[in-house]
T-cell receptor, first 109, second 114 residues
C-alpha cells in the first residue's frame, strides 16, 4: 500500500515565524488532503490538493504529484496554529485514504 | 461542509463493557467512515459505514469487536465491544462531501478504559 511520511515530526517556533511542513508519498495519488488537529482533538480540513497550489489566508499548500510530495506553508505563525498537522493520501476518492504520522507544531508566544 | 455531531464526547469505561458511539450529520451523505486514533498516534480507518448493508472493515478490525450500524444517510453508530485498556482512543466519525473527495470529521469521542 501507499506509504506516507511527514517531516519534521516536531517543530517549535516563536510566534510570527514561518514554517514549511513536508509530506512524501510512495506512489501515485489522486487524493491528498491536509488537516490540522487542535489540542482538543478537533480535526479541521485545511486543503484538498492532489496537485497544484492553493492558498487560504496565512496558509498555502503545494503538491508536486510527479515528484510525490506536498508542502504546507504557514506564515506569521500564531499560537492558535499549534497542534498536529496531518497529510492524508489516497488512490482515488475519500475512501481508503491513509494518514501520515503528523507534524506536531508548537508556537510559543 | 456538513456539521457532524458525536456522542458521547468523552467517557471512562470499565474493562469488559461495551460502549456505543453515535454520529449524526446535518445532511444526507453517501460515504461515512469511522477512525481510531490511539494516544499520540495517527488516524487509522476502522471501517466504512454503508447505508442499508454491512460495514466494510479494514484489515485488523472485525465486526464482532466493532459492530457498526447505518440505518439512514444521516446517522451511524460504532460500538466498541468487550473493552480493554488498549481500546483507549479517540474514535472519530467522518463523512465525504458530495464530490467524494474531501472528508470532514466530527469532534471525536475520547474513550478511556480502566
Amino acid at each position: 500500500g501507499i506509504q506516507v511520511e511527514q517531516s519534521p515530526p516536531d517543530l517549535i517556533l516563536q510566534e510570527g515565524a514561518n514554517s514549511t511542513l513536508r509530506c512524501n508519498f510512495s506512489d501515485s495519488v489522486n487524493n491528498l488532503q491536509w488537516f490540522h488537529q487542535n489540542p482538543w482533538g478537533q480535526l479541521i480540513n485545511l486543503f484538498y490538493i492532489p496537485s497544484g497550489t492553493k492558498q487560504n489566508g496565512r496558509l498555502s499548500a503545494t503538491t508536486v504529484a510527479t515528484e510525490r510530495y506536498s508542502l504546507l506553508y504557514i506564515s506569521s505563525s500564531q499560537t492558535t496554529d499549534s497542534g498536529v498537522y496531518f497529510c492524508a493520501v489516497g488512490e482515488s476518492s475519500a475512501s481508503k485514504i491513509i494518514f501520515g504520522s503528523g507534524t506536531r507544531l508548537s508556537i510559543r508566544p | 461542509s456538513a456539521v457532524i455531531s458525536q456522542k458521547p464526547s468523552r467517557d471512562i469505561c470499565q474493562r469488559g463493557t461495551s460502549l456505543t458511539i453515535q454520529c449524526q450529520v446535518d445532511s444526507q451523505v453517501t460515504m461515512m467512515f469511522w477512525y481510531r486514533q490511539q494516544p499520540g498516534q495517527s488516524l487509522t480507518l476502522i471501517a466504512t459505514a454503508n447505508q442499508g448493508s454491512e460495514a466494510t472493515y479494514e484489515s485488523g478490525f472485525v465486526i464482532d469487536k466493532f459492530p457498526i450500524s447505518r440505518p439512514n444517510l444521516t446517522f451511524s453508530t460504532l460500538t466498541v465491544s468487550n473493552m480493554s485498556p488498549e481500546d483507549s482512543s479517540i474514535y472519530l466519525c467522518s463523512v465525504a462531501e458530495s464530490s467524494g473527495n474531501t472528508i470532514y470529521f466530527g469532534e471525536g469521542s475520547w474513550l478511556t478504559v480502566v
